[in-house]
């Protein structure tokens, strides 16, 4: 059977454009349960080691304007963990549009110990309560002419635009359970000299634990988790995540978004410093978008991976 292509291209350029008309829609990583410094300011410094990491979805994608993701972010801790510094760059496109932000982070954290008379010889997990600020640059460009829409002035001419971000974050961790909440882009459009520029400033909260399957035995550890996501313009959005990992060598993952789609991970450790992992999103209804392959790859510097 013949193959679409102009029709799948005019779909997704429309829908690209719709979006922007109303409010940019911001991408949601399936490898935020890998690199959670991409939504979150505050991780960054959380390992006292530092990590950089890169990932790439959608480079499979086949037809002109579907979605295509690349970020790589780099953190790491100061003044015995108290401090973190990060920085990174995302780039994004879909449709007609396309976006690159880069950004600088700084985290700040407050350790606590609730058990009162502890001595001073006995250890014990820190509670942790970070927060995180992001500042950079938005470029954004949306291909508007290439529609070849007449007679209608919002797509009279393309957009480009070099804007500043900003964002915050804050993240509270205690032993095996952390929850935290961010807005990556707190300035939104409010800079923008152009009327049919409208960003949206969306808005996350992540939680997760982590446990053994065995009191004696920690061969394999479960790492439940969800996301929540709300977007002026878009469906408030729920993740729920589940992994496990078997000896720091090798870790599966599954999830379900209420967009009615399906994530699945697959990776190994390498060496105690690296960690490769692919991501394979499947998106339920007549979504034109179609499926998306991607994959992460990390490093942690000093005792790597085995330390987490």
Known sequence: MKKNYPIYFLILTVLGSTLSLQAQQTPVFT?????PFLINSAYAGTNL????????????????GT??????????????????????????????TSSTQV?????????????????????????????????GALLYNEDLLQLGIQDDPNFAENIDATLPSAGVGILFGHSNFFIGASMPNVIGDAFSNQDNLKLSRPVYGYTGYYFSTSRFNDDFILKPSMLFKYENGAPFQIDVNMGISYKNS?????????????????????????RAMYNYTQRGGDAPIGNTHGIILSYRAGNGFASR
């Open 67 to 96: 979605p295509k993701n690349f970020a790589f972010t780099f953190s790491t801790a100061l003044n015995d963990g108290k401090m973190g510094l990060g920085a990174g760059v995302i780039n994004d496109e879909i449709g007609v």
């Open 49 to 64: 080691d530092a990590e950089a990491t890169l990932s790439n979805s959608g480079f499979n994608n086949q037809f002109p």
């Open 103 to 135: 950004f600088a982070a700084y985290s700040y954290k407050l350790f606590f110990d609730f058990k009162q008379n502890r001595p001073y010889w006995q250890l014990y997990e820190r509670t942790v309560l970070s927060f995180g600020v992001t500042a």
């Open 250 to 274: 090798f870790e599966l993952g599954l999830g379900y978004r209420t967009s009615s789609s399906i994530n699945f991970a697959a990776g190994f450790y390498l060496l105690k410093n690296f």
């Open 31 to 35: 490898e935020y349960n890998y690199n």
